[in-house]
RNA sequence: GGCGGCAUAGCCAAGUGGUAAGGCAGAGGUCUGCAAAACCUCUAUUCCUCAGUUCAAAUCUGAGUGCCGCCUCCA
C-alpha cells in the first residue's frame, strides 16, 4: 500500500516519496518557550508525532528535529514579568515541555536543537544572503528583500500584489519593501545578545528554522510540518531566504499543516487568550485521553474544543482499553479453547482491522477513519469473549493486533493511565482480601454487605465488577 | 479589501460520482441477587438552501446563506 500526503505547496494529495527509499528526514516547528504550551500547541504535537509513529511502522527510519525557540520577544517579555533572565526562564519551559510531552506520549525528537545555541550558523546564513543581494542591513538590523525573491508567495498561493493590497500593517520606512523581515534585530538594552558582523544583536524568528533543519537534515529533506498558521509568514519566509541561500535548491519536499483546535468555534490563541495549557488539562484528563480526542478528527479539519467532547473521547477510549482488558482475563484463565470456526473469526477480524487501518492511515493519515478499525476489532473480541471466556490463538492475535494499532497511535491500550498504582504489590493483596470478604458476604446472601463494600470501594475509586468467573477490579476515578 | 477553508443524526465524526463508517448519548432485550461491563436489536430515505450536469450527487458546477482561518506575534 502507498502513502498519500496532503502537501501544502501543490494544494493536493501526493503520493509520499522520501528522498532515501527508506528514510524519512523531518522538520516540526516546535514551541517558543515563554509557558507551558497549550491545548492548541499539543494537536500539533501530537498530530505530528502520529505521522511521525505512522512512518515508523511502515518501516521507514525516521529523522524527527523539533526545534525550541528560547530566545525571542515574548520570551524577553515574559522574563521582564516574572523576574527572570530571558534565556533562562526559556530554559525553565523547555523542561516544563518535557514533562507535558510525556504525558501525552510524544516520542522524543532525533534532535531537539534550540535556537540560542545555533547563533553562528545563522549568522553565517545571513552573510550568505547579504553577499548574494538577498539581505541587507539598516542600522544593525538586516533584513530580507522579499522582492528580489521571485518565488515569494509560492506556499501560501499569495503575490506581493495581494499583499501590498491588503496591508494592514505599518511599514517600517528603513525596509525596501513593507513585506520585507527581519533576518537579525538589534538589541537594545539588556536584552539577550550575540555578537555578529552587524553588532550586537539576535536572530530573527524565521532564521532558526532555516539554519537548524539545514544542519540536521539537509537541503531538501522530506516534510517540514507545523500548524496552519506559520504557513504564512513563517513558513513562506523559511523558504524565501532558504532557497535564496541555497540558489534555488528546493528546501523541503512535502509541508503539511494541521488545522486549529478551537474553543466556541474560535481559534485557541495565546493572544486571545481563550487557551487551555495541557498542563491545566492534565489536572482532569489523563493524558492519553487528550491525544484519543486529538486524534478523533483528521487533522487538517479544526476541533472544537470543550468537556463534553473530552468525556464523549473518554468513553471511547475506555471502550477499547475494555476489550484489551476483557481479552487480556481471558488469556491468562486456565485452559484454552480452539474452536477453529471462532479461531478464524478472529484472525480474519484481526487482519481486516489491520487492512482497514492501513487505508486509512495511508489516505493522508485518516486517524479518525483508523479508529474505526479499532472499534471493529474490539466489537469482534468483545463478542468471542462474551461466548468463550477462555483464551485461544486466535484471541491472542486480535488482542496483539489491537495494542499493535493503538501503538502506532501513540495509545498504549494495555497500560491505560488511570490504573498506575504506587504500589502495585500491596494494592493487589489488599484488594485479594476485600474481594474476598465480599465473596464470602455473597456466599451468604448478604446482599446488603456485598452492596455496602462495593459501594464504599467505589467512592474511593476503585470499581468492583462481578462476572461468572469472579469479581474483578478496577481503578476508576 | 485580497487569499483560503468548512457546513453530514441529540452530540462528536468518516465518507469527494454508485445509493450514509465509527464513537458518545438514548430505547428495548440477553446476562446478573443487584450493579457494572459485555453482547444483540433499534435510532439520518438523507448530508445548509436553491438551481444545474449525470443513468446515478453528501460527493461535480453555479448562485445564495451561515461559520471559521490567514494577510500582525500565534501551532
Redesign the pocket.
Known sequence: MSLKLYNTMT?QKEQFQPRESKKVAMYV????TYNY?????G??FVVFDMIRRYLMYKGYEVRYVQNF?DV???IIQRGNVEGMEPLALGQKYIEEYFKDALALNLLPATVHPKATEHIPEMIEIIQGLINTGLGYEVEGDVYFAVDHFPDYGKL???TLE??K?????EVDERKHYP?D?ALWKKAKPGEPAWESPWGLGRPG?HIECTAMSLKYLGAGFDIHG?????????HENEIAQTEGYLKGQTFARYWM??????IN????????GN?FTVRELLVNYPGEVIRFYLL???Y?????FND??L???Q??L??LQ??VR?AQEAIERVGSLNNEQSQAELLKAASDAREAFEK?MD??F?S??A??A???L??TM??Y??EHPASSEGLVQAQKTLIELGEVLGLDLLHPANIQVENEEMMTQIMDAVLQIRSRS?QK?D??M??FI?DVMKEKGI??????QG?RWQIKK
Open positions: 494544494r516547528c516546535g514551541p517558543t504550551f497549550h491545548a492548541g500547541n494537536r500539533m525557540t525571542d520577544d515574548k501560501s498561493g499569495r495581494d499583499m493590497a491588503g496591508a494592514r500593517v513585506m523581515f524568528w507545523g500548524g496552519e498558521d506559520l504557513a504564512f509568514p513563517h499543516h494541521n488545522a486549529f483546535l478551537t468555534q474560535e481559534k485557541m490563541s495565546k493572544s486571545l487557551f478523533g478528527t483528521h487538517r479539519s479544526p476541533l472544537d463534553q467532547n468525556v464523549m473521547a468513553k471511547g475506555e471502550r475494555t476489550s476483557l486509512a489516505d493522508d485518516n479518525a477513519l479508529y474505526a479499532l472499534f471493529e474490539a466489537k468483545n463478542g469473549v462474551q455473597r446472601k446482599w446488603e456485598a452492596d462495593r470499581l468492583i465488577e462481578d462476572t461468572p469479581a
